[in-house]
C-alpha cells in the first residue's frame, strides 16, 4: 500500500470514530435525562420533607424566642438592682 492510501484509510476511520463519539455522546445524554426524569418525583418529595422540616424549625426557634423574651420581661435575665453584700 501507499502512503497516501493509508492515510485516506486513516482519515475514513477517524472519521467514523468520531461519528460513533457524536452517537455515544447523543445515547449518554438522552440515558441521563432518563435517569433524572425518572428520579424528579423522589426528589421533589425530598425538598418538600425539607421545607416542612425548616417551617417545623423555625415555628419552634419562635416559640423559644418569645419564650426567652418574656423571661426577660419578667426580670429574669435582669442584673439585681441590689448588689449582695459580702
Do not use: N
Amino acid at each position: 500500500m501507499e502512503i497516501d492510501e493509508i492515510d485516506r484509510q486513516l482519515a475514513a476511520l477517524e472519521r467514523r470514530m468520531d461519528a460513533q463519539h457524536a452517537v455515544l455522546k447523543v445515547a449518554d445524554v438522552a440515558a441521563q435525562a432518563a435517569i433524572l426524569e425518572s428520579e424528579l418525583p423522589e426528589y421533589r418529595r425530598l425538598v418538600d420533607a425539607c421545607e416542612r422540616t425548616k417551617a417545623a424549625w423555625d415555628e419552634a426557634e419562635a416559640a423559644r424566642q418569645a419564650f426567652l423574651l418574656d423571661l426577660r420581661r419578667r426580670g429574669v435575665f435582669e442584673t439585681p438592682l441590689v448588689a449582695e453584700r459580702g
